[in-house]
């Protein structure tokens, strides 16, 4: 992870930043959907940047974390975000990684800084949810010591857009 330094934060980036890395993993998620056959309009990352700022309070202190991946220039080269979905268990969302930091081990950092949020919160689980498109997602997670349910849970995404219910690959780990 040269030149990458995580940080967990404690209040939220200024909105124009954090929309720039958000916005380049809205694009990403929509057209791996699009090439699975979804019709997804041309303002659905627009949509999705206004449900997350609607809900940006998730995912801060005591509720929750945001943590990003910033280069030797301080520009964000990666985030995730951990969400409480009850006192157990903990929900990790929107992990993400330019394409030029993909490779360094910035996923993994960002992982295991939510993982420790999620022990500092007192959570006692952790689970995601990805599509069957995420390979890089689908990989990392077993190498971290999540388990691949055979079953669905009821993340965020489960629970939001049915219509992924099929393409939707569930991970847990205990912490």
């Known amino acids: 992870m040269k030149n990458i330094e995580i940080e967990l934060c404690q209040s939220l980036p200024p909105r124009e930043e954090l929309n720039g890395i958000l916005s380049q993993y ?3 998620i929509v057209h791996r959907m699009r090439g699975m056959g979804f019709d997804i309009p041309l303002a659905a990352p627009k949509s999705a940047l206004a449900e997350f700022w609607a809900n ?3 995912y801060l202190p005591p509720k929750g974390c945001l943590v990003i991946a910033r280069n030797k220039t301080g520009g964000i ?3 995730g975000m951990l969400k ?3 006192q157990q268990t903990g929900e990790l969302k929107r992990v993400f990684v330019i394409e030029d930091a993909r490779g360094t081990g910035t996923g993994r950092a960002l992982i295991e800084a939510r993982e420790n949020a999620a022990r500092n919160m007192g959570l006692k689980r952790l689970i995601a949810d990805t599509l069957t498109p995420n390979v890089e997602m689908r990989d990392l997670y077993p190498k971290l010591g999540f388990v691949e349910l055979d079953e669905p849970v ?3 995404t489960y629970n939001d857009q049915p219509m992924l ?3 939707l690959h569930y991970f847990s780990k205990d912490l």
């Open 56 to 58: 940006s309070g998730d």
């Open 154 to 156: 009821e993340t965020t």
């Open 84 to 86: 409480r979905l009850d």
């Open 77 to 79: 080269v990666g985030c």
């Open 165 to 167: 219910r099929p393409y």
């Open 26 to 28: 809205y694009e990403l």
